[in-house]
């Protein structure tokens, strides 16, 4: 049987709280919130291409970048093109996880191992799966009506609202991208594998879809992807 993540956001460590006193919402210009969203979004990125998104000079992309990586928020590394200077590439670290939602993670974890000790794992499963169908109930009837690529956005909206990073991918053949580029239960994730199986069934349940799911944070990567297609049939 199938188990479904709880989401709550988590309180930051005390190492995070010295990197970012709050979230990332405080402590930041909002140039340095946009440079940490694009690499947050897009990985590893080169010196003028964050310039050239920031709509600013490169040197004070630099400035700000340098800032980020004297708190260990970034990190820079060279490449060599063949010609020319080697370029400047940036990239967060792993201290920078701290900064994007997160699941109140151990406290979740810990409470739903205490139901299992003393409950039995049926008892887990059932709330996991009174979660689902909440989570269900409230979003089900936004997505009547709406063909396969409209349902996806809509889904991608909710997600990203929800801390997930999510965004609408590409359209190719009839199947329909989701990008995830954060994960607030990666943790839970971890400790009960069946969460992404669950959350899977979730999505088909709500876009009426064939869900594949190709890449995980959990697993290490650097984003969760899924390919969606319509289902035939009831």
Not at 15 to 20: C, G, L, P, Q, R
Not at 34 to 53: H, M, N, P, V, Y
Not at 60 to 86: M, Q
Not at 104 to 113: E, G, N, P, R, S
């Amino acid at each position: 049987m199938k188990m479904f993540m709880i989401q709550y956001p988590v309180p930051p460590s005390v190492a995070a709280e010295e990197a970012n006193p709050g979230s990332l919402d405080a402590g930041f210009s909002s140039t340095k919130k946009r440079i940490l969203l694009i690499l947050k979004r897009a990985g590893e990125t080169s010196l003028g291409d964050l310039a050239s998104a920031l709509g600013i000079s490169k040197m004070a992309t630099l400035r700000h970048l340098t800032i980020l990586e004297t708190k260990e928020l970034v990190e820079r590394s060279t490449k060599s093109s063949g010609r020319g200077r080697p370029r400047a590439f940036f990239r967060l670290t792993d201290r920078s996880a701290n900064l994007f939602p997160h699941a109140y993670a151990q406290m979740t974890v810990a409470a739903l191992d205490f139901i299992d000790e003393r409950l039995g794992s049926d008892a887990v499963v059932e709330l996991l799966e009174a979660r689902a169908r909440q989570v269900y109930d409230r979003h089900h009837a936004k997505f009547d009506g709406k063909d396969l690529r409209d349902k996806v956005a809509l889904l991608a909206q909710i997600r990203d609202e929800e801390g997930y990073m999510a965004e609408l991918g590409t359209t190719r053949r009839g199947t329909v991208e989701m990008l995830e580029h954060n994960c607030p239960i990666v943790a839970i994730a971890g400790t009960y594998g069946e969460a992404c199986s669950v959350e899977r069934a979730l999505f088909e349940n709500l876009l009426h879809a064939e869900v594949d799911t190709t890449h995980r944070v959990v697993a290490g990567a650097p984003v969760c992807r899924f390919l969606i297609r319509k289902r035939e049939g009831p």
